[in-house]
């Protein structure tokens, strides 16, 4: 199991990482984006130091930005892998070395397992749970194929519009938003990318041993 933190900078660094999740202009949230002059050099940095590099790029794309991806192919295929939604990485990595890992990392939820499991057929070296699907695994899951998601952030809903600028709400105050079937307040947030709302919380979380990825910021972990 490699244990994936979520990469802020080179002087906050977890010891007992195995690998970072390192922010692109292809990320949902763009807080701590590497711009693609750094990237290269970042992950050389990362490497030297014996740990693994993957690339966060979990936003669905625009046209003119799957154009753009192409341009980052070559850069990408540095590090070890990408953690993506949209299908259009698969189109442009399929041809990928074995080394480089297709990671599917969704923000919605799995009602089964199988359903997962469809995924691996189309590609895809990895799939990525999320926060909250780690009871569809036990130990007899074949979980090698499967990742956990325990992001301090969980990601709900992604609108590439700017919905709070155009019900003109202050964007630098923090707003929440409840929905009818949700018991607790959901954090809505506008990014340069568009919108986002999403949890915000601790738990401790339980997983199989046996897993490929166990991918988390700041939260508890108890391993079963």
Not at 127 to 138: A, F, K, M, R, S
Not at 161 to 178: A, C, P, V
Request: aromatic share 12%; net charge negative.
């Amino acid at each position: 199991m490699e244990k994936v933190y979520a990469y802020k900078n080179l002087f906050n660094l977890a010891k007992d990482a195995d690998a970072f999740l390192v922010e692109t202009e292809f990320s949902s949230f763009s807080q701590y984006v590497i711009k693609k002059d750094e990237l290269e050099n970042l992950i050389s940095k990362l490497k030297e130091i014996n740990k693994k590099v993957y690339l966060r790029c979990d936003r669905i794309l625009l046209e003119d930005e799957i154009i753009k991806l192409n341009e980052y192919k070559e850069i990408f295929l540095h590090s070890d892998g990408i953690f993506f939604e949209d299908f259009a990485f698969v189109e442009i990595f399929k041809n990928h070395p074995k080394k480089f890992k297709l990671v599917f990392f969704p923000f919605e939820s799995f009602n089964t397992l199988e359903e997962a499991k469809i995924l691996l057929n189309h590609g895809i070296d990895i799939v990525i749970l999320p926060h909250g699907n780690e009871n569809l695994l036990d130990e007899n899951s074949n979980c090698d194929k499967f990742g956990i998601s325990c992001i301090y952030n969980e990601i709900l809903f992604m609108s590439r519009r700017k919905l709070l600028s155009l019900k003109d709400i202050d964007n630098n105050e923090t707003h929440f938003i409840q929905e009818s079937t949700r018991l607790s307040k959901q954090i809505i947030k506008e990014t340069n990318v568009g919108t986002l709302i999403y949890n915000e919380k601790k738990e401790i979380i339980k997983y199989p041993k046996n897993i490929a990825f166990l991918v988390y910021d700041t939260i508890f972990i108890e391993e079963n």
